[in-house]
């Protein structure tokens, strides 16, 4: 049966775990699932700078540590390290086997960028904007599985893509192997809830979920990641690296089922509008979970699609305080900053950090020993957040005694924002290029 890893649940998910599951499993796939809604719309600014950058910033780690591996055991990973430039993504994967002296074959998946089929009339879904009322940047439909079939077809030992929509990197390997139509709705969705699963690596193994006397999980600092034995049916076996640290159980598997859910009834997706609403999940072993059960219709419409746009600059300042009067001398230089900055700085947020700045409420726990002052803003210009941290410095001389480790900066910052697109407006565009360091020559397909 149909084997598929875990590597990746987001950017900056840890190397050594995938690297395990690779070495202890026998895997078919292994899938690594690396773009956020902003990480996209920076790599898309990295690669206005630079047309060979604009990939996933830890792809040369990643591919670094999981090639000599693949050559040893040769299975295949599929990827959306490509961020907003998978072909120079893929040469760099091919850069580094040759180096390594290891025959790979990389198909490159393009097409989800649509910032010039965006039309600047669309509506916005988070709110009542329009597209023309933001600078935009970035625009990426998310695919589905069906751009990824194709590039499985090659045979290439890796697949590399921009915005695919998270589920569907795994579900497209199951398609390919098992022969699915892209129209049985019905297989398809339960091939999306073990996708959905999977997505984001360690959370179903017991990361995120363990919580100290309510749900506690072994060896956290070891934890291995996950991996499914797929039936034809897509009825899978949920498990994770041997020996390793975590757990795969009823509550790990349920928590991650309803990760990110607006309606288990109709979860959408581009390949499906899933329904995990009669999903039945079994304990067969220990860390071994059965998940059958899930269902679907027809798939959306359209395409949707994430825009990152120009937000201005995030102001930052932040300062100590200690001692017995510790959280009287922040209000104090709270009060100093409200009157030295309101006037100028809308929206100016000040944080008493361990009292008020998650919840932004005092819950009774107003008395501690030290406590951190952090004021923020998102600012039309650069001068303005700069002012922010400014004055934050200032407290040094200018505010209460005994502030210390006074920290400032300005940056520039991201929104995102998303919106539909016609589905024939992408697929026009979806390409699948094949490069190999043994023929050094690309084909289109």
């Known amino acids: 049966m149909l084997k598929i890893g875990s590597g990746a649940g987001f950017s900056g998910d840890r190397l050594e775990p995938a690297v395990e599951l690779a070495q202890k499993v026998n895997l078919d796939y292994l899938v690594l699932e690396c773009l956020a809604e902003r990480t996209i719309a920076i790599a898309q600014k990295e690669k206005r700078k630079d047309k060979n950058k604009g990939y996933d910033p830890l792809l040369v780690d990643r591919i670094s540590a999981l090639l000599p591996v693949l050559d040893k055991k040769r299975f295949r990973i599929i990827t959306n390290m490509g961020a907003a430039n998978p072909m120079a993504g893929a040469k760099k994967i091919i850069h580094i086997a040759s180096e390594m002296n290891i025959s790979c074959k990389v198909a490159v998946v393009t097409g989800d960028d649509v910032i010039q089929e965006l039309d600047s009339e669309n509506e916005i879904l988070e709110n009542t904007n ?59 969705g339960q091939g999306t809830v073990i996708g959905h699963l999977l997505e984001c690596a360690g959370q179903i193994t017991g990361g995120y979920f363990a919580d100290i006397g309510e749900k506690e999980v072994d060896r956290l600092a070891d934890i291995g990641f996950p991996y499914a034995i797929i039936e034809r049916d897509g009825t899978a076996i949920i498990s994770k690296t041997p020996d390793s640290g975590g757990v795969v159980n009823l509550r790990t598997v349920k928590e991650q089922l309803l990760y990110e859910v607006h309606d288990p009834s ?38 949707k699609v994430s825009i990152g746009y120009d937000a201005g600059y995030l102001g930052e300042g932040e300062i100590s305080y200690a001692g017995s009067t ?55 210009d650069i001068k303005e957040a700069h002012s922010i941290g400014n004055e934050v410095e200032a407290l040094y001389t200018n505010g209460p005694y005994g502030g210390g480790g006074a920290r400032k900066r ?25 490069i190999t360091n043994e023929q050094k020559a690309n084909q289109t397909i």
């Open 130 to 188: 329009k597209v023309k009322d933001y600078q935009v940047i970035s625009a990426n439909a998310y695919l589905g599985a069906k751009a990824l079939i194709p590039a499985l077809q090659t045979k290439a030992d890796i697949i590399i893509t921009g915005r695919v929509a998270d589920p569907s990197l795994f579900l497209a390997p199951m398609i390919d192997y098992y022969g699915w139509s892209l129209t049985d709705y019905e297989t398809i």
């Open 326 to 380: 510790a959280v009287q001398r922040a209000k104090m230089a709270e009060c100093i900053l409200n009157n030295r900055l309101c006037k100028k700085i809308q929206d100016l947020r000040i944080d008493l950090i361990g009292i008020s700045s998650v919840h932004r409420t005092n819950l009774g726990n107003d008395q501690p020993y030290e406590v951190r002052l952090r004021a923020a803003a998102l600012c039309k």
């Open 410 to 434: 300005a940056t520039e910052c991201l929104g995102v924002v998303s919106t539909f697109i016609e589905r024939n407006l992408v697929d026009k565009k979806i390409q699948v290029e094949v």
């Open 266 to 303: 109709q979860y959408l997706t581009p390949d499906v509008t899933a329904d995990f609403s009669n999903v039945k999940l079994t304990q067969l072993a220990e860390n071994e979970v059965r998940v059958e059960g899930g269902k679907g219709t027809k798939k959306p419409s359209s395409y």
